[in-house]
């Protein structure tokens, strides 16, 4: 069982940066993949990035490709999202989840364990 944990979620002008952080218990965070998503209100939740087991292997969504940056620090059972250059349609619930397989996908059904999300709001 893997429970996690995002903090990092906030009100940010245009153009600005927030990093989000999503913390992990369990023993076993260094083998399995990392994925952010997103789910602004009356939308389907959407894929944002993911991170393999090693940090080998990043995906992003385009939508946030050259802005997002996804990282983790196994030692301390973390996973990141560094934002910049945030648009106000970046504005969501954003969650963290887990994926046993380790390798990362883009599809949320792939994924075994999820956050309780952290809400970024951007404003124009």
């Known amino acids: 069982q893997v429970q996690l944990v995002e903090s990092g979620g906030g009100l940010v002008q245009a153009g600005g940066s927030l990093r989000l952080s999503c913390a992990a218990s369990?023993?076993?965070?260094?083998?399995?993949?990392m994925g952010w998503f997103r789910q602004a209100p009356g939308k389907e939740r959407e894929f944002v990035a993911a991170i393999s087991w090693s940090s080998g292997r990043t995906y992003y969504a385009d939508s946030v490709k050259g802005r997002f940056t996804i990282s983790r620090d196994n030692a301390k059972n973390t996973v990141y999202l560094q934002m910049n250059s945030l648009k106000p349609e970046d504005t969501a619930v954003y969650y963290c989840a887990a994926d046993r397989r380790g390798w990362g996908s883009p599809n949320g059904y792939e994924y075994d364990y999820w956050g309780q999300g952290t809400q970024v709001t951007v404003s124009s």
């Open positions: 369990g023993r076993t965070f260094s083998t399995y993949a």
